[in-house]
């Protein structure tokens, strides 16, 4: 009787396992595109900083 409640426990482990996976897991290309999108909203807000009217009056102008 014990083993068989063993390996009932066991099945559900693994399905809490499969459930839990399922919403972690990244693709290696979806994880390069997150990392580019990063780097250009980066980019952006660089750019925005680092405006004409930004760099004369300084970064306390911005806020």
């Known amino acids: 009787m ?9 099945k559900e482990i693994r ?9 972690i897991s990244f693709s290696g290309t979806s994880a390069i595109l997150i990392g580019l999108y990063a780097l250009v909203g980066a980019w ?3 750019s925005v900083l680092t405006s004409v009217n930004s760099v004369q009056y ?5 806020l």
């Open 2 to 10: 014990k083993n068989i409640e063993a390996i009932e426990t066991v």
């Open 15 to 23: 399905a809490m396992m499969e459930k839990s996976s399922r919403f």
């Open 44 to 46: 952006i807000v660089r």
């Open 58 to 62: 300084g970064y306390s102008a911005l």
